[in-house]
């Protein structure tokens, strides 16, 4: 959480960070902040609220500077409010830093420099920080840089922060552990920033930071070195990312585009790695791993959020076609539990963003114990995809509303590859169901758009159903996923209390909330489950609950029984998930619209949860 930008160099530095803290609002946004040194000295602009409010509130201010650092809070320590919003000041003035990550033992170090007669502004653990590490400045008599490296020694927790000392006006000093850091570099300046969207316009060669490194950055020259204080030699790589991928395009929200990018990112996910005609699937990153995969008594899937519930969707996935057993772990309670791991367990770590920072540690774990782990990543080259031994990009492009989409259709596509290729080589599937199985895959993105082309009565729904209360989803099957990540995305942009739940198990506590205002959204296309589905929708009829149901094209018998129906194409129950799943991202986003929120910055979410 929490977005950071930095710039040094010969350019007006406020409008590159103030640009750059925008693209970084996915990653929080109850306040933002920068600092600038300038004429008038290091100055620090801060206010409560999303970027564009400080940015009116500051005109007219003396912004020149040709060096600053900003940033946009998602709060941990102290609620959201000017005093508690980055850059902080050190006691002694000299020092402005920002700070992404938490400091686990700032109570003790807070004390310790309480009981040296420091006065705290904030509630924050990173004026704490800040403080420890002027105060080691000034007892050891020693450079920044020295003090940052023996303070974050001392530190336990995750952080990148980024520093401005007014004594040395060009230069800022970076360091990283757990949270990201990306450099970019060009002739005579430099850029900081949480992903590398601040400075796409600029440059395209970029130094991704490593955990435990220091960065000192100036305009014509950047250091880097361990906290053993020894150089290492940037690796600078060059981006694959072009500016209109984390541009708008003409659509209204974030979200919305990045649904209707679905027909092209579930192809981009496919191309290249996918032959339906000579039947094979080629996946690079996962080709050395093939025969421990083969051979695994159990894969693990760890993973948050969105990409939890794609997880469970390849449970099914791979069970039936690899049959091997799988477990779907929440990251958060995974890291904690002592698991067992044993020679020859496959983890699987699903990610969006590769940052979030229980999934990390949940690898990090389990590498240690000796597992193999395979990344199931978008954003390439983040922390998750490094740790990894091997995988695949989902290769998604930037998603920036805060609400996933498209992320997760390209989740599917990779992981139903996986399996299909395990399976296929372990023998666990017929050769005439792996290329039917190819061939549905392949025509995902035509029935994802013809999805998309049907779905403007949605707009409707949204209306009719935006004043409910409450709203439970339902599925089976490989639906019963789908139906938590429907109830996932209305909760997440519509506030609007959803809850997912499979079909048949609706009978043992939430039929109790059936009642005629109830709308229960059915994942309902048709499959095994089918028929089963359909007597359970004639349970919430019986009761005159609402249903609204997502069927496939044709399907009488389900619109019959339905108070609204939403339509996708046929498509196997394997591979139907991507796109039951598409009406019901369009449900919770018109329904957020109607609402009147911020569908793309939905209150208290962050896209990418760097903090446990
Ligand atoms: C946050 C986001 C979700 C996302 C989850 C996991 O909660 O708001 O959209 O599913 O983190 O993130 P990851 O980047 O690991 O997929």
């Not at 809070?73 to 002694?92: C, I, K, L, V, Y």
């Not at 800040?130 to 336990?156: D, G, P």
């Not at 229980?358 to 193999?372: C, H, M, P």
Request: aromatic letters at 8%; glycine letters at 8%; hydrophobic letters at 40%.
């Amino acid at each position: 959480m929490c977005g950071i930008v930095g710039y040094t160099g010969p350019r007006e530095a406020y409008p590159i960070i103030i640009k750059g803290l925008k693209r970084l609002e996915y990653r929080g946004y109850d306040s933002t902040g920068v600092a600038l040194h300038n004429s008038d000295g290091l100055k620090i602009f801060k206010k409560k609220g999303k970027v564009a409010e400080l940015e009116d509130a500051i005109i007219g201010k003396n912004l020149h500077a040709t060096v600053g650092i900003g940033h946009t809070r998602w709060a941990t320590h102290g609620e959201p409010s000017d005093r508690n919003a980055h850059p902080h000041r050190s006691a002694g003035g000299k020092l402005a830093m920002i700070h992404n990550g938490i400091i686990e033992n700032y109570i003790q170090l807070k004390q310790e420099l309480t009981n040296k007669g420091y006065i705290f502004t904030s509630e924050t653990d990173t004026e704490v920080l800040l403080n420890f590490i002027e105060e080691i400045r000034k007892n050891n008599q020693c450079y920044l840089e020295e003090a940052v490296r023996v303070a974050l020694k001392r530190v336990t927790g995750a952080y990148v922060i980024l520093i401005l000392d007014e004594d040395n006006p060009d230069t800022i000093i970076a360091a990283r552990k757990g949270s990201p850091l990306v450099i970019g570099v060009a002739k005579g300046e430099h850029f900081l920033g949480s992903d590398a969207s601040p400075m796409l316009e600029y440059t395209k060669e970029v130094v991704y930071v490593n955990d435990y490194e220091l960065a000192i950055v100036k305009p014509d020259q950047l250091i880097l070195k361990n906290l053993g204080n020894e150089k290492i030699t940037p690796y600078v790589q060059k981006l694959d990312l072009e500016l209109a991928a984390i541009e708008k395009g003409g659509y209204d929200h974030f979200m919305l585009k990045e649904i209707f990018e679905q027909p092209q990112t579930i192809y981009d996910c496919l191309r290249g790695r996918l032959d339906a005609e000579a039947g094979t699937i080629t996946m690079s990153g996962i080709q050395q791993y093939t025969e421990q995969i083969v051979n695994a008594n159990r894969i693990i899937m760890v993973a948050c959020g969105t990409s939890w519930h794609a997880g469970l969707v390849a449970e099914y996935i791979f069970e039936e076609l690899c049959r091997i057993n799988v477990e779907v772990e929440y990251a958060s309670e995974f890291r904690y539990r002592n698991p067992v791991i044993n020679k020859g367990d496959v983890i699987i770590a699903i990610s969006q963003s590769g940052e979030t920072a229980d999934t990390l540690v949940a690898i990090e774990n389990a590498k240690q114990k000796g597992a193999i782990i395979l990344g199931v990543v978008n954003v390439v080259g983040s922390s998750i995809a490094r740790t990894s031994h091997g995988g695949a990009y989902t290769h998604a492009g930037p998603e920036i509303g805060v609400a996933s989409t498209k992320a997760f259709t390209a989740q599917l596509a990779v992981l139903t590859m996986i399996a299909l290729k395990i399976g296929y080589i372990k023998g666990t599937i017929s050769e005439e169901r792996y290329r039917h199985l190819l061939n549905e895959l392949q025509q995902i993105p035509e029935k994802a758009a013809w999805t998309l082309k049907h779905s403007g009565k949605i707009k409707e729904l949204a209306e009719k159903y935006k004043d409910a209360r409450d709203f439970l989803y339902l599925g089976r099957g490989y639906n019963f996923p789908v139906a938590l990540e429907g109830a996932l995305k209305l909760k997440e942009i519509s506030y609007l209390h959803a809850e997912g739940y499979p079909a048949a198990e609706m009978k043992h506590g939430p039929i109790a909330l059936v009642e005629k205002t109830l709308p229960v959204v059915f994942v309902a296309t048709r499959d095994a489950w089918h028929e089963k589905v359909i007597s359970n929708m004639q349970e919430i009829k019986a009761r005159k609950g609402k249903v609204v149901a997502v069927i496939t094209e044709g399907d009488k018998t389900s619109e019959q029984l339905s108070d609204d129906v939403m339509i996708v194409p046929e498509a196997d129950e394997i591979v139907a998930p991507m796109l039951s799943v598409v009406p019901l991202q369009l449900l919770a986003y018109y329904i957020g619209v109607a609402k009147g929120y911020d569908v793309d910055k939905p209150r208290n979410l962050a896209k990418s949860v760097t903090v446990e």
